[in-house]
């Protein structure tokens, strides 16, 4: 850590505070991909206790760009902040977007956004459709879905439904009326429909619910870390012929972490990460507005430039071209004692 101290200090004087530092170190903002739109809020509806669904469409009143179950759009908050939400509404309307929002009262701010300042007519933009919970072909299925994450799985029951293909549904959550949907699940036919909220049923098994599944079935898994990880940990031995696809709404668990240094280059600020902290999580203390939304090394929102230090690499997203001078702080972290970040 002391040698990191003086490489840091050293680095500083000569990019940050001295004369050619504006020369030397010019911004790289990240660049956005894809499909950016402007659209306005159509209607906001109360779903679930502390769910809404918003419904988005294009002002011009232009079809919007397809999409497949299991796609999300990056959503631009008034304030700044970007989020992802997953999306929820009918794949063949291509006039209009819905997503469900879920108020996370001690989370980072994005959910008591839209539930609290943004109003029908307000505007916002999207970027996307992206899919990164893709919605493959299968002889059956089985559908498990947690709390909001019924978001990207009910497009999937729908389309599965509409195939005439096997499936089965179990819709785990705290009570009946903390699950949005209800309704519009049990109009979904040919199918086993499953509701299981825990002050009715307790306490789910996940191994008991993955061995619900057909052999060779697609198992498809959203909701909290606890559901995803125990399925994650029993799926190949209770089903070992079949496929599972999960997607979770919170940052991955750091595994095999190590403490390190982590030096801001342009406030000359030093902190410390944790063996089990995201490099993402220790930046925030520090600047709590810095931008991220999907926290598990795919969108890159949270893209910064590496000035030293050697970073180990964790995450889906990065081109080997940009490896070697940047990161994604909300999975990657440095392989040495510490790093200096465009920060």
């Known amino acids: 850590m002391r040698m990191l101290g003086v490489v840091m200090d050293a680095y500083k004087q000569v990019f940050v505070a001295g004369k050619v530092a504006r020369l030397l170190s010019r911004s790289n ?40 179950p299991g796609a999300h759009l990056d959503v631009f908050l008034p304030s700044g902040r970007q989020r992802q939400y997953s999306l929820c509404g009918e794949p063949a309307d291509r006039t209009r977007y819905r997503i469900a929002v879920r108020r996370i009262h001690d989370g980072g701010g994005g959910s008591r956004e839209l539930h609290e300042v943004v109003r029908v007519g307000h505007p916002l933009r999207i970027r996307g459709p992206r899919n990164a919970f893709t919605f493959i072909e299968a002889p059956s299925y089985l559908f498990i879905a947690g709390g909001i994450g019924i978001t990207p799985i009910l497009p999937m029951v729908r389309a599965a439904a509409a195939a005439g293909v096997r499936w089965k549904m179990v819709y785990l959550g705290r009570s009946r009326a903390t699950m949005p949907f209800l309704d519009e699940l049990s109009t979904c036919a040919g199918g086993e429909l499953e509701i299981r909220p825990d002050d009715e049923f307790g306490t789910p098994d996940v191994a008991d619910l993955i061995a619900l599944a057909d052999p060779g079935a697609a198992v498809y898994v959203c909701g909290p870390p606890p559901v995803l990880d125990a399925a994650q940990r029993t799926m190949f031995v209770v089903n070992p012929t079949g496929s599972l696809h999960t997607e979770r709404f919170s940052a991955l668990p750091v595994v095999d972490g190590k403490e390190f240094g982590l030096r801001l280059a342009r406030s000359g600020t030093t902190i410390l990460v944790g063996a089990d902290e995201p490099v993402l999580a220790a930046i925030r203390r520090e ?25 180990e690499h964790r ?6 071209s940009e490896r070697a001078n940047f990161m994604l702080t909300c999975v990657s972290r440095a392989t040495g004692d510490g790093l200096v970040l465009d920060l």
């Open 29 to 68: 903002p990240l660049r956005r991909s894809g499909f950016e739109l402007d659209l306005v809020v159509e209607s906001v509806c109360v779903e679930a206790d502390d769910v809404l669904s918003l419904t988005l469409v294009a002002d011009s009143g232009k079809q919007l760009p397809q999409w497949r």
């Open 287 to 311: 600047i709590p507005g810095v931008a991220y939304s999907c926290q598990q090394g795919f969108c890159g929102t949270c893209k910064v430039e590496v000035l030293a230090g050697e970073v």
């Open 315 to 320: 995450d889906r997203t990065l081109p080997d």
